[in-house]
């Protein structure tokens, strides 16, 4: 019998439902072996399902209640309310995590950048992550924040979907992302709306498909480099 939460007997608790995100991964196998491959070390069995970070709950610890609060009140100023632009506070490593809204972006990284009390003057640039099963989310695009002023790192998530991979870009805040953004786009197919100039940075300019995507083919591609001409980069042709 469980036990009652007003004290009556034979009354069982209310016990409250547990909201389990969807796995991002269900990784089979290790070291390159599979059930069914000859391999009798057991790892062809191993099963590992990867979960997205859970939420963080007050107080975060350390620094980053303060960070969050100030926050909150410069995006309150320009009349955006935290959880709009903020969808989910993250721990993750001794690391202060926020996945951002998309459409709130450019705002938060100003926030970031110029309120004295964050001051991360510097962006270290964006990366991805490509999560074909975090459906409608599947491209997660990952920036690294520093404040020298007070040394402290936090990182910024931003996800968007397959169909819709458009996320703002941050080169007129952090002029540095410039070729880390035209990276991110050429291997995971995010546009960053506002780049003066999102060529692919190392594939070819005619390539099809965005290499670092978990549903790229591993081989099978026809590759020609045989007698081909790579023009000087103000004659090479805009994507986007």
């Known amino acids: 019998m469980t036990t009652p939460t007003d004290g009556t007997p034979g009354v069982p608790a209310v016990e409250e439902p547990v909201v389990q995100e969807a796995p991002l991964q269900v990784n089979r196998g290790a070291f390159g072996s599979s059930g069914g491959s000859g391999n009798t070390s057991g790892y062809g069995t191993l099963i590992t399902t990867v979960l997205p970070p859970a939420a963080a709950e007050r107080p975060y610890g350390e620094w980053f209640d303060q960070a969050v609060d100030v926050l909150d009140a ?25 996945f951002v809204a998309r459409e709130h972006l450019v705002e938060v990284a100003t926030a970031l950048r110029n309120d004295p009390d964050l001051r991360f003057e510097m962006c270290l640039g964006v990366s991805a992550v490509h999560w074909p099963q975090d459906t409608g989310n599947e491209l997660h695009a990952i920036y690294p924040f520093l404040s020298i002023t007070h040394n402290r790192r936090l990182r910024v998530v931003v996800r968007c979907p397959d169909d ?8 007129d805040l952090y002029p540095g992302n410039n070729w880390h953004e035209r990276e991110t786009f050429d291997f ?28 790229y083919p591993l081989g099978g591609i026809d590759v020609e ?14 994507t986007r």
């Open 74 to 98: 410069v995006l309150h100023d320009a009349h955006i309310e935290l959880n709009d632009a903020v969808n989910k506070v993250v721990i993750e490593h001794g690391e202060l995590v926020l």
């Open 164 to 171: 819709d991979p458009h996320i703002p870009s941050l080169t």
């Open 225 to 238: 480099y045989k007698g081909a001409v790579i023009p000087p980069a103000d004659e090479r042709r805009r």
């Open 188 to 215: 995971f197919g995010i546009i960053f709306d506002g780049h003066e100039d999102l060529a692919r940075i190392a594939m070819p300019d005619d390539w099809i498909g965005h290499p670092q995507r978990k549903d």
